[in-house]
């Protein structure tokens, strides 16, 4: 770690080689882990927790911790060429420093430096405040294009979600991962019965609606063409070790993403800004997109 803490912030050590960085203030509390460079909650004060954290999530060396926001990076599921490799790229087990984390009207941003592979370097940036934002820059210090394909997999809370619907991505083409096919996301506001896996190829906002805790999360992406949707349902929550039984109907994974077709293409000396915005909003009939 390179960067000198303000006094709202501290460095815990979770486990032996997982330490966390926390940051209290009157108005929010959140955890980020240096092990993934992982935001892992983020809690306004007098709101229930944005981010899921799995109550058996595993913090040990090399092993990714289930919830919060992990990052995929440099690619999204399988490796394009060698299965041999951990599935959702390098990011997740890798130890990111702390370069810089300010504090300004009562907001932190908070600056880590990743892994770097193939030419490839990673950055994420969180600004913690009245809305949460996410960064993850990807430059290419090589001499040759390469391919990236990237997520922020945010574990978003909600009550029940059994309950929750999801809008803003009606009639945008898809690929369902579960059956392997190409379609359609529905027209009308989609709800969470069944094992859910599906890249969604849509630029446009998506709300996530929570009747149980009377609110909405509204997830604002920047250099994203697709939006991953993912829950687990009870028969696939039962074979994760790391997830209770029933803990699928705890959250909702609404990930701002460069996956499937989307994946980007970086020349030599460019770079890539992936990112997103989670907004709190109380549950109302406007509250959509």
């Given at each position: 770690?390179?960067?000198?803490?303000p006094?709202?912030?501290?460095l815990?050590?979770?486990?032996?080689?997982?330490?966390?960085?926390l940051?209290?203030?009157p108005?929010?509390?959140?955890?980020?882990s240096?092990?993934?460079?992982?935001?892992?909650?983020?809690?306004?004060?007098?709101?229930?927790?944005?981010?899921?954290?799995?109550?058996?999530?595993?913090?040990q060396?090399?092993?990714?911790?289930?919830?919060?926001?992990?990052?995929?990076?440099?690619?999204?599921?399988?490796?394009?060429?060698?299965?041999?490799?951990?599935?959702?790229?390098?990011?997740?087990?890798?130890i990111?420093?702390?370069?810089?984390?300010r504090e300004?009207?009562?907001?932190?941003?908070?600056?880590?430096?990743?892994?770097?592979?193939?030419?490839?370097?990673?950055?994420?940036?969180?600004?913690?405040?009245?809305?949460?934002?996410?960064?993850?820059?990807t430059?290419?210090?090589?001499?040759r294009?390469?391919?990236?394909?990237?997520?922020?997999?945010s574990?978003?809370a909600?009550?029940?979600?059994?309950?929750?619907s999801?809008?803003?991505?009606?009639?945008?083409?898809?690929?369902?991962?579960?059956?392997?096919?190409e379609g359609?996301?529905?027209?009308?506001?989609?709800?969470?019965h069944?094992?859910?896996?599906?890249?969604?190829?849509?630029?446009?906002?998506a709300v996530?609606?929570?009747?149980?805790?009377?609110?909405?999360?509204?997830v604002?992406?920047?250099?994203?063409?697709?939006?991953?949707?993912?829950?687990p349902?009870?028969?696939?929550?039962?074979r994760?070790?790391d997830?209770p039984?029933?803990?699928?109907?705890?959250?909702?994974?609404?990930?701002?993403?460069?996956?499937?077709?989307?994946?980007?293409l970086?020349?030599?000396?460019?770079s890539?800004r992936?990112?997103?915005?989670?907004?709190?909003?109380p549950?109302a009939?406007?509250c959509g997109v």
């Amino acid at each position: 770690m390179s960067a000198a803490l303000p006094p709202a912030a501290a460095l815990s050590s979770r486990a032996p080689g997982v330490d966390i960085l926390l940051i209290a203030t009157p108005d929010f509390h959140a955890e980020i882990s240096l092990q993934g460079g992982q935001l892992l909650g983020f809690r306004a004060a007098g709101q229930q927790p944005l981010l899921y954290l799995s109550p058996q999530a595993v913090f040990q060396p090399g092993k990714a911790i289930r919830g919060g926001v992990p990052l995929c990076w440099p690619w999204f599921g399988p490796h394009p060429d060698d299965a041999s490799l951990p599935a959702h790229g390098v990011a997740r087990t890798h130890i990111w420093r702390l370069d810089e984390i300010r504090e300004d009207a009562g907001a932190f941003h908070v600056k880590l430096s990743g892994p770097e592979r193939d030419g490839l370097s990673a950055e994420i940036e969180y600004h913690l405040g009245a809305t949460l934002q996410v960064a993850l820059t990807t430059r290419n210090h090589g001499d040759r294009p390469q391919r990236l394909s990237a997520a922020l997999h945010s574990y978003l809370a909600v009550g029940d979600a059994t309950q929750a619907s999801l809008s803003g991505l009606a009639g945008a083409r898809c690929h369902d991962k579960v059956t392997d096919r190409e379609g359609r996301w529905p027209d009308t506001d989609f709800h969470f019965h069944g094992e859910v896996d599906c890249i969604v190829y849509s630029e446009r906002p998506a709300v996530l609606r929570d009747p149980v805790w009377n609110r909405c999360i509204r997830v604002t992406a920047e250099g994203a063409g697709s939006v991953v949707v993912w829950n687990p349902a009870a028969e696939k929550a039962a074979r994760l070790s790391d997830l209770p039984d029933a803990g699928w109907r705890d959250f909702v994974c609404v990930e701002t993403a460069n996956a499937g077709d989307d994946a980007r293409l970086l020349a030599p000396g460019s770079s890539h800004r992936l990112a997103c915005r989670l907004t709190l909003e109380p549950l109302a009939a406007e509250c959509g997109v």
